[in-house]
């Protein structure tokens, strides 16, 4: 099976052996997709998009999820037990009273202390390839993770935050305690102190990781860069690779005949912001706020807002808006997208957020701050506009001269052709593809 063999046993690359001699053998590779969610959140919708990226391109997988939300045949729900909601609430109290009793960052941290022992499931112990994603929240504890990296199986981790480099946060937001050790943490009371929780959950990471070796995927080279820093992960297998997107389905259309489905006015240019929760304060609906006071002398100009608690903000904005509340359904979401002229997302932290690759792809030009893995996505003043970080005078700006200055067919264009090159299932899973082969290769030169 070797082609060649490199004369570095360190090498992280696949010159152990060549694609094309392997092609049948990844064919058919078993991989077992493990996340928290099936299709709620942004890593269970990239975590899904991959899955069938894999299938799409001769990869036998699969995806194990805690929360089954549809009858499809490739994705596996935990076995019915009433432990899982009971790990999800443990979790949560444990939390709870380690902020002494305050909710307001319930759900800014993770420690992984309880979960579910996957190994002995038949499609773990079937799987050639196991690749986790978002596994918070009471699906797998640390200790689980543990099991599954001495199970002898590859394993691949795509990262849709910081969580894995750090010791309990998923937005760093500033903070560089991870460079060498997670202490004082901001997420804490009164900010934590030398030894606090954080540290604690530090060492056990730590401890997990003692001696096993995980491929690391970060959605993004922003990313990547943050997790190479880290101390918690050093000596480990680390690269990047974007989310996939089926651009059949995300696609150009015609503008009016969306708006018409959807009841939104024919005669206005439509600002589009989309988010799980508007009002989560990450997401920065503040900014957009302020920037559409500075657009107010553009006439005929709406907001669009897409997600949940919509409708908590639409009395916030100085301009007509449209709350569309949170939406499952794909083919409603693309008529959104397809609906409006420019996409906002004026985030304080983010990955490679999969909302803008969806604008891109229908044809929407985009408007992010110069924060995390947007300035990937959006090439400035090509197919969208970056804005400085945190300056809602500048978001207004990029949105105005996409809608009154810019050439707004070429932005389209160019919007469109940078998914189909960059981001489409076939040119991910190919990259996936390699990223399995090496931690193949590695798993049999260990032994």
Request: proline residues 3%.
């Amino acid at each position: 099976m070797v082609c060649a063999q490199t004369t570095n046993k360190n090498a992280f690359l696949p010159e152990f052996f060549c694609f094309s001699a392997n092609l049948l053998y990844l064919c058919n590779m078993r991989v077992l997709i493990v996340n928290t969610s099936e299709r709620t959140g942004g890593a269970a919708v990239a975590a899904n998009r991959l899955m069938k990226a894999l299938n799409n391109n001769g990869v036998k997988a699969k995806m194990l999820v805690r929360d089954k939300e549809t009858d499809s045949l490739t994705v596996v729900g935990l076995p019915e037990s009433v432990w899982h909601r009971w790990h999800f609430l443990w979790e949560r109290f444990v939390i709870f009273c380690k902020l002494h009793f305050n909710r307001r960052h319930l759900f800014d941290i993770d420690i992984a202390n309880t979960g579910t022992d996957i190994t002995r499931l038949r499609e773990f112990q079937e799987a050639d390839v196991i690749h986790l994603h978002w596994i918070n929240q009471g699906m797998l504890s640390l200790g689980d993770i543990r099991r599954i990296l001495q199970s002898g199986k590859p394993v691949i981790w795509t990262m849709h935050d910081i969580w894995p480099a750090t010791a309990i946060c998923h937005v760093t937001l500033g903070c560089r305690n991870f460079l060498s050790q997670c202490h004082n943490c901001r997420l804490l009371p009164s900010g934590g102190s030398a030894k606090d929780f954080s540290t604690r959950i530090w060492q056990k990471k730590l401890q997990m990781l003692s001696d096993e070796t995980i491929y690391f995927v970060a959605c993004s080279r922003w990313l990547e860069l943050e997790a190479k820093r880290s101390a918690l992960l050093k000596g480990q297998k680390i690269t990047n690779i974007p989310n996939p997107i089926d651009t059949h389905i995300y696609k150009r259309g015609d503008k009016q005949e969306a708006r018409k489905r959807l009841g939104l006015p024919l005669d206005k240019k439509l600002i589009l912001f989309a988010s799980q929760r508007v009002t989560n304060e990450n997401k920065g609906m503040s900014y957009l706020m302020e920037a559409c006071r500075l657009l107010t002398d553009i006439p005929q100009l709406g907001v669009v807002i897409l997600g949940g608690h919509a409708e908590e903000v639409v009395t916030q904005l100085p301009l007509e808006a449209f709350p569309l509340g949170y939406v499952n359904d794909e083919q409603r979401i693309v008529d959104v997208y397809q609906a409006t002229d420019v996409f906002v997302l004026p985030s304080l932290s983010e990955n490679l957020p999969n909302t803008i690759m969806e604008a891109m792809a229908c044809g929407v030009p985009c408007v992010g701050f110069k924060v995390g893995g947007i300035p990937e996505e959006i090439d400035h003043r090509r197919n969208g506009y970056v804005a400085e970080y945190r300056s809602a005078e500048d978001l207004a700006q990029g949105i105005r001269w996409i809608l009154t200055e810019a050439d707004y067919a070429s932005l389209s264009q160019n919007a469109v052709h940078k998914v189909a090159q960059r981001y489409s299932q076939q040119s991910v899973a190919m990259q996936y593809l390699d990223v399995y082969h090496q931690a193949q290769a590695f798993k049999h030169y260990k032994l």
